[in-house]
C-alpha cells in the first residue's frame, strides 16, 4: 500500500510540474457572449491546467469543488491573460483550431471534452488502474499467443500513428500512445483510457489501401482524445465492477484459447505453429462495457466525425472511412455475421455510418496490401484451420498475385485446392504450388506431407512412397531436438505412425 501511495504522490507532481509549465496552444476561440473577463469575439487558448487544491476540498467546499471539475483554460484576448472555468466553456464560447495542424486539431478534441469529467480526482486512480490492468491483459495476451509478432508492420503502424496523433494529449497524464497488434480475425480496433491501441489482424488483412488503415486509427485516437472511455468508467461507481469485468477477459482468453487449440485441421507452417491462437472476437461485449469501451451512438458519431476532419487536414481520402466500413458490410456479408449491421440499439447502424461518411471507393492499392501481407497470410491460416478453404484462398490469392507470397501462402493454397476439387487439373496446379513452396522453404515437414497427398491424389504411388521415406527421416530428426513426452513430441510421434502405416499401404500399391 506504501508504494502504491508513493507511486500516486510522484505521478501526482509530475502532472503538477507538466501543467504548471504553460505553453501557447494557438487554439482560436470564438467567444459567443462575455464571460469572466472574456469580451465578446476572438481570443486564443495559451494553456489547459489544473486546480490542484480542488483535489481534497474541506467540507465547506465540497459543493463548489463538485462543479469546478479542477479544469481551467487560460486565454489571452487584447494584450491580457482571461481564466475562465472549464466547466462553463461550452456555454460560452466555441473552440476551433487557429491553424490547420492536426496536433491542434486534436488540442481542440481534448479541450472540449473537459467538462464532461465530473471529478478530476477520480481521473487518477482510474487511470492508474487501467493503467496497470491494460499492461496485464497485453501480458496475458503474448502469454497465450493472441499478440502477432510482425516487427515491420508495427513500425510501419506507428509511422501512420504518430502522423496522425504527434503529440501525447494535453491533459497533464504521463501516457504515449502505444500499439499491439492482436491476433483476431474480426475487422476491429479498440483503444484503452492509457493509450493502448489493439489492431487486430483481421483488420489488417481486409483493408486494401492507407487512407482506410488510417481511418480506423484516427477514429480510435477520436474515443481517446475526447476521453470517452474515462466519461463512461466515471459513470460507473464500484471499481470493483471495472475488476470483475478483466477478470472475464482473462478467464475468456484462456478457455478461447482451449476451444482453438482443440479444433483439427491444424496447419503449422513455417511461420505458424499450432501453439499460435486465433482470438476469434473472444472479448466479450459485457467486459467492454465494464472497461468504458462501450461507446454510446454520441460518441461512435462523434469518433467517425472526428476521423472525416482528420483524414481531410492529412490529406488523405475523406471518403476513407465510409470506404472501410463498407469493407466491413462485406466481410460481414460473407460470413453471414448480419446481426454485426447493428451493434446495439445505442449505436449508429453500419449502413447509416457508411451512408453519411462519403462515397465508397473499394479499389485495391497493391503497394498498401504488400506492407501488410503478413497478417493477410495469418488471416488465411485461421480461415484454413477453421475449415473455410474459399476465405483461405482469397487471402492468400491477393499475396501471390502482389508478387509477396510465402511458403505458407502457396502451400495453403494448394491444401485449400485438394480440399475444394477433385479434377487432375487441379491436382496438378496444387501440386505445383507445393513445389514452389518446396523452392522457398524446404525445411518446412508440412509441405513433404502435402506433396505425398497430391501425388497419391495423382496416382504417382511410388514417388509417394518415397516421399514418405523422406519424410520419415525428417520427422525422426524432429523427435530427436524436443523432450521425451512433450505435447511435440507425442504430436510428432503420432504423425510417425501415420507415416508408418501409410508407407506400409503405398508399397502395396
Not at 119 to 138: C, F, K
Request: glycine fraction near 6%; include cysteine; proline fraction near 2%.
Amino acid at each position: 500500500m506504501m508504494k502504491r501511495t508513493i507511486a500516486f504522490l510522484t505521478s501526482l507532481f509530475t502532472v503538477f510540474q507538466f501543467v504548471s509549465a504553460q505553453t501557447s496552444l494557438d487554439i482560436n476561440v470564438s467567444v459567443e457572449s462575455a464571460c469572466d473577463g472574456l469580451s465578446k469575439g476572438k481570443a486564443i487558448v495559451t494553456g489547459v491546467r489544473y486546480d490542484f487544491e480542488s483535489l481534497y476540498p474541506s467540507d465547506s467546499e465540497k459543493e463548489k469543488a463538485k462543479v469546478a471539475g479542477s479544469y481551467y483554460i487560460d486565454f489571452e484576448q487584447k494584450d491580457k491573460v482571461i481564466t475562465v472555468l472549464c466547466s462553463e466553456a461550452p456555454k460560452r464560447f466555441a473552440i476551433t483550431s487557429l491553424d490547420d495542424s492536426i496536433q491542434s486539431f486534436w488540442d481542440v478534441q481534448t479541450i472540449a471534452s473537459l467538462p464532461s469529467l465530473s471529478r478530476l480526482s477520480d481521473l487518477y486512480g482510474i487511470r492508474s488502474a487501467q493503467e496497470e490492468d491494460v499492461m496485464n491483459y497485453v501480458s496475458n495476451l503474448e502469454k497465450l499467443g493472441y499478440t502477432f509478432d510482425d516487427p515491420y508492420l508495427l513500425s510501419y503502424l506507428y509511422s501512420l500513428l504518430l502522423k496522425v496523433f504527434p503529440n501525447r494529449k494535453l491533459d497533464g497524464f504521463p501516457y504515449n500512445m502505444n500499439i499491439v497488434i492482436a491476433n483476431d480475425d474480426s475487422m476491429n480496433a479498440y483503444v484503452f483510457p492509457n493509450g493502448t491501441m489493439i489492431i487486430n489482424t483481421g483488420l489488417l488483412a481486409n483493408v486494401h489501401t492507407e487512407d482506410e488503415l488510417v481511418a480506423i486509427m484516427a477514429h480510435e485516437i477520436g474515443h481517446f482524445a475526447a476521453n470517452h472511455s474515462l466519461v463512461n468508467i466515471q459513470k460507473q461507481e464500484q471499481r470493483a465492477n471495472r475488476a470483475e469485468a478483466w477478470a472475464a477477459l482473462a478467464t475468456v482468453l484462456a478457455a478461447g484459447t482451449e476451444v482453438y487449440m482443440g479444433s483439427q485441421g491444424y496447419y503449422t507452417g513455417g511461420a505458424f505453429t499450432a501453439t499460435t491462437a486465433v482470438l476469434s472476437s473472444a472479448i466479450v461485449d459485457s467486459a467492454m462495457s465494464q472497461i468504458g469501451i462501450e461507446y454510446s451512438r454520441t460518441q461512435e458519431s462523434d469518433a467517425d466525425d472526428m476521423a472525416v476532419a482528420a483524414l481531410g487536414l492529412l490529406g488523405y481520402d475523406t471518403n476513407a472511412l465510409s470506404t472501410v466500413l463498407s469493407r466491413m458490410a462485406e466481410l460481414y456479408n460473407e460470413e453471414g455475421n448480419w446481426a454485426a449491421y447493428y451493434l446495439s440499439g445505442d449505436h449508429p447502424s453500419l449502413n447509416e455510418r457508411i451512408a453519411k461518411h462519403g462515397q465508397p471507393d473499394l479499389r485495391r492499392d497493391h503497394e498498401f496490401e504488400k506492407k501488410v501481407s503478413f497478417a493477410v497470410t495469418n488471416m488465411a491460416v485461421s480461415k484454413y484451420n477453421l475449415g473455410r478453404f474459399a476465405q483461405a484462398l482469397k487471402y492468400v490469392d491477393q499475396n501471390i498475385e502482389n508478387g509477396v507470397a510465402t511458403d505458407d501462402d502457396y502451400l495453403i493454397k494448394a491444401n485449400c485446392l485438394m480440399n475444394l476439387r477433385n479434377d487432375k487439373s487441379s491436382m496438378s496446379e496444387a501440386l505445383a504450388l507445393i513445389r514452389k513452396a518446396k523452392t522457398i522453404n524446404s525445411e518446412n515437414i508440412n509441405i513433404l506431407k502435402a506433396e505425398i497427398l497430391a501425388a497419391i491424389r495423382l496416382e504417382q504411388f511410388a514417388d509417394a512412397h518415397q516421399l514418405i521415406l523422406e519424410y520419415q527421416d525428417r520427422l525422426q530428426d524432429s523427435m530427436s531436438l524436443v523432450e521425451f513426452g512433450s505435447p511435440v513430441y507425442n504430436s510428432l510421434s503420432d504423425e510417425f505412425d501415420w507415416s508408418r502405416r501409410m508407407g506400409v499401404k503405398l508399397a502395396g500399391w
